[in-house]
């Protein structure tokens, strides 16, 4: 197939460009589109075979489940089965945004989207294509990040297409994502809602908003095939192609790895100095967490294209703002095994 890109603007989407996307996707076909965290690879959440096609072009498991993607509150109710007043408090505070709600299912959604499980995610985003595309096609929208399973998520078009090109049917080129770190996943099917994975709305700011959540993520998968309680939260989720490792003293071990004679990306943290070398490639990003969040993938995909032996993460401090930024870093470094 070959994968069609047309560029969009991200603040004002040209309209033409929206709907031949709509169309698209009212024909069961596949698109990628910018969301304010990361591109992400849309479907007829209703469509069941439409669907398929997702896992199929992201080789993702079909025990892990699918976030919808809606344009509002009221769209809710064709995906959703249950509207509890603590996510319509959340709506009203982090809607449209990055907070993923996980709620019952509706029974006319597709069981392929939620992996057979009884529950359902769903988001509006903050972007204005992701929400002038929903609106357009005039259904909920089942999207993962537009990348293959257990590799990095894209944050620009050409992340999408390394990945998907001749897989998809288009891809909306909106330019770099904002936010560059995926939705916080919040489960309000339990009491007191679950962190099932950090992201850019802060645990903090949730209980500011509906009291205490349990912030411990769930660890790893389930048995047999009944979908895990949050199955991206597997160890390796986000995973670069080339060997990764996050240390406290990055410098130094840069340095022994050097010395022993391999080529080396490094990710250091702001101010570092220059360091590059024959062999060495470094990339600097801001010590703030927002700001290192948004450029974090970016940069991983860059130094995985120039393909040294080893990727060196300088790891940001333990402490809660770098909570989603850590997560992924802790998750790209996780050895080959330990998940899909
Ligand atoms: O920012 C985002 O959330 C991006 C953009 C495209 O919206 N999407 C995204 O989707 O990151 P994905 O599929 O890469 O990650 C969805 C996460 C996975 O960890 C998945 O297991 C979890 O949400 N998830 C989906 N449905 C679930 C459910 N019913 N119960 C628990 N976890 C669920
Ligand atoms: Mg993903």
């Not at 996707?25 to 910018?34: E, I, T």
Request: charged fraction near 20%; hydrophobic fraction near 45%.
């Amino acid at each position: 197939m070959k994968t069609e890109v047309i560029a969009i603007d991200s603040r004002r989407p040209q309209a033409a460009a929206v709907a031949r996307a709509a169309d698209v996707l009212r024909g069961a076909g596949l698109v990628a589109f910018p969301t304010e965290t990361v591109y992400g690879l849309g479907a007829n959440a209703l469509d069941r075979a439409a669907v398929a096609k997702i896992f199929a072009a992201k080789g993702r498991p079909a025990t892990n489940p699918l976030i919808v993607h809606v344009s509002s509150v009221e769209q809710v109710a064709e995906i959703a089965a249950s509207w509890p007043p603590v996510a319509q408090l959340l709506a009203e505070r982090f809607w449209p945004g990055p907070l993923t709600l996980v709620l019952e299912k509706h029974p006319n959604l597709p069981d392929i989207v939620t992996a057979g499980g009884k529950t359902v995610a769903a988001r509006s985003p903050a972007h204005a294509v992701a929400q002038g595309l929903i609106r357009a096609a005039g259904l909920p929208i089942a999207a993962p990040s537009a990348n293959l399973s257990t590799r990095v998520s894209p944050t620009r078009a050409e992340h999408v297409l390394r990945d998907l090109d001749g897989k998809i049917d288009l891809v909306l080129d909106g330019g770099p994502t904002p936010g560059g770190l995926e939705s916080t996943v919040l489960d309000l099917t339990s009491s007191p809602p679950v962190l099932l994975r950090p992201g850019l709305i802060a645990p903090i700011e949730i209980e500011a908003v509906i009291g205490r959540i349990q912030r411990r993520p769930p660890v790893g998968g389930t048995a047999g095939d009944a979908p895990a309680r949050s199955p991206g939260m597997l160890a390796r989720h986000y995973a670069p192609c080339v060997p990764l490792e996050c240390v406290a003293e990055s410098r130094s071990r840069v340095k022994q790895l050097r010395d022993a004679g391999l080529r080396v990306g490094w990710l250091a943290l702001a101010p570092a100095g220059n360091m590059n070398e024959c062999g060495l490639f470094t990339l600097e990003l801001p010590a703030d967490p927002a700001a290192y969040g948004a450029q974090l993938y970016a940069a991983l995909h860059t130094l995985e294209a120039l393909a040294p032996d080893r990727i060196v993460v300088e790891l940001p401090p333990d402490e809660e703002s770098w909570l989603a930024v850590r997560d992924r870093l802790r998750r790209a470094a996780a050895s080959a095994g330990q998940g899909t």
